[in-house]
């Protein structure tokens, strides 16, 4: 990947009239500077373009400022030293209506009044420099499913302390997640495709398609993707993050808005782009791709997210986001990293992930959900080049539907180390906390145990289903929560245990993982694990690798 950054702002020759606001009538005495900074764009506009001046100190409006002429610079002397601030409820503390608009060194302030800090519709080829969008009710930045919003970019841009979240006492405390954090009511539960509320009113939160809800508390949380708001006690759920546990009178958390949002299913909000920036405190997800080709991101530090760092598309709402290339730092993002649940040519090169997923929810394990997560229809992943697989020893890590090949065998010392691929099977979480007699059915591809009363033989036949499964089918295996061991006896040991284990026993404790294939002999054949005897002569480094009809495995 290599990109040639386009010229600073501040370095333009400006065109047309230079006017400074404050000549105008300007000033941060004023209750309402709406009029007095409209009319200086105004002059700009009828002079064929130029630059709007706003000096040092905040400027409250009451209403949103518009710009729709192009070649109109509207310019402070700094993201912290000049700010427009809102002074009511309005759609947006600036609003870009045209192409070729450009803002720099201020900062947007929605002060929790304003839906958006910023807002563009009809805006292609503009720039936002050095600008601050904070406050926002929802997203600081919008993107709406109309007009043409093409080919933007966003250099050393910063967004925090967006949208709104609203939690049920139990839930964590998320106010550094957001620009405000509100009382939910009732409980919930959850039922795979659906969320069913007891004392819930949805409709009145403003969820929007694309939103999530996080349901339950430490160790098990889902973040779930809405889809669809039936009325105050029923949420449809996009398939690909359909619940995977059934549990009723839940805690749970509603995470409406996010730093960056370009809204789904618009074929017109394309290869608009991030040079640098910082993007920190969103209630949802620091960033959101629903245009039709998608952005592009270069050395941005996406910091605390109340769920992802970055979603692109939506399967849900059958919009692909194709070709979205994502260069950042992702940190202390609730769910993960990154939420692909459409998106055809992603990708993701030289990610660095500092703490991990559910800091907030007090644990450090990712059983729900996995560190990367894409779905099906994400099967055109480009190179990983430069991906650090050792940075995410922390998290689980996890891509569906054969999104690429080759896949680390790593160490699972510390908890969620594993990076799996399946290639036909939907892999998501689901979590099992199994007797010595269950018959352990892996309804996803990957399966989280929970251990927590004593060490378990397993005598159940068989101890993991077989039924359904056809032949490459992969399951992966993992001790996450509680301190005693589960042990899996060989076929040859217990009959119709469904395991082909090369040996008589596979002890599991904590953290420890075991990957499987389903063969022709219709059992699950033991690949790989993490286990002090390990299979093959395993080791870290090796890779597993799929060549469309069998896996082999590679030595390092």
């Known amino acids: ?48 373009g130029g630059r709007v ?29 000049t700010k427009i601030i809102a002074g009511g409820p309005m759609r947006s503390v600036l609003a870009l209506l045209q192409s070729d608009c450009k803002v720099i060194d201020l900062c947007l302030d929605a002060a929790v009044l304003a839906t958006y800090a910023g807002y563009g519709e009809g805006w292609s ?53 957001c620009a405000r954090l509100l009382k939910a009511t009732g409980t919930v539960e959850t039922n795979g495709a659906s969320v069913l509320g007891s004392g819930t009113a949805f409709l009145s939160l403003g969820i929007r398609p694309g939103d999530f809800i996080a349901v339950g508390t430490y160790p098990l949380v889902e973040y779930l993707q809405i889809g669809e708001v039936t009325d105050n006690t029923h949420l449809v759920l996009s398939a690909s993050t359909a619940s995977v546990v059934i549990r009723s009178g839940q805690d749970y958390s509603v995470h409406c808005g996010d730093g960056y949002h370009e809204e789904y299913a618009h074929n017109d909000s394309n290869i608009n782009r991030f040079d640098g920036g910082y993007l920190s405190g969103c209630a949802g997800s620091n960033m959101v791709f629903g245009g039709l080709y998608g952005g592009r991101v270069y050395g941005t530090q996406c910091d605390v997210a109340g769920v992802y760092s970055v979603c692109v598309g939506s399967a849900r709402l059958g919009a ?34 500092g703490y991990g997923p559910g800091a907030y929810d007090g644990r450090v394990t990712t059983a729900y959900p996995p560190k990367w997560r894409t779905s099906s229809t994400s099967t055109a992943i480009g190179e990983w080049r430069g991906v650090d697989f050792g940075g995410l020893k922390r998290h689980a890590a996890e891509v569906i539907g054969g999104a690429i090949s080759t896949v680390p065998v790593t160490d699972t010392a510390g908890p969620g180390n594993l ?27 990957h399966i989280n145990l929970q251990i927590d009363s004593s060490d378990l033989l397993m005598v159940s036949t068989p101890n993991i289903a077989t039924s359904g499964h056809v032949l490459g089918d992969v399951l992966l295996v993992t001790h996450d929560v509680g301190s005693y061991a589960i042990t899996f006896q060989d076929s040859g040991v217990l009959a119709a245990s469904g395991l082909a284990l090369g040996r008589n026993y596979l002890t599991l404790t904590p953290k420890q993982s075991a990957l499987f294939v389903f063969a022709s002999d219709s059992q699950w054949h033991l690949l790989a ?26 030595h390092a």
């Open 320 to 353: 692909p986001s194709y070709g979205v290339i994502i260069d950042f730092y992702s940190e202390g993002a609730m769910a993960g990293a990154v939420f692909a649940d459409l998106a055809p040519g992603l990708q993701v090169r030289c990610m660095d992930s």
């Open 419 to 445: 990076f799996s691929v399946n290639s036909g099977m939907r892999l998501t979480y689901c979590w099992r906390v199994p007797t010595a007699t269950t018959v352990i059915t892996p309804d996803t591809a």
């Open 529 to 554: 694990c993490t286990a002090p005897v390990v299979p093959n002569g395993t080791a870290v480094g090796d890779t597993l690798v799929w060549d469309g009809s069998a896996w082999t495995l590679k």
């Open 125 to 177: 080829m503009g720039v936002c420099q050095g600008v601050r969008f904070r406050r926002p009710v929802l997203d600081g930045w919008h993107f709406p499913r109309y007009g043409i919003n093409d080919n933007n970019t966003f250099r050393d841009c910063y967004f925090d302390a967006c949208g709104t979240i609203y939690a049920t006492s139990g839930r964590p405390d998320m106010s550094l997640y």
């Open 1 to 48: 990947m290599s990109f040639v950054p386009s010229p600073s702002v501040s370095d333009e020759t400006s065109k047309g009239a230079t006017v400074y606001a404050s000549d105008l009538g300007a000033s941060p005495d004023l209750a309402d500077n709406h009029d007095y900074i409209a009319l200086a764009i105004a002059q700009c506009s009828s002079a064929g």
């Open 53 to 81: 001046i706003l000096s040092r100190g905040t400027y409250t409006v009451l209403s949103e400022l518009q710009i729709a002429h192009t070649n109109v610079i509207l310019q402070g002397a700094g993201r912290e030293s």
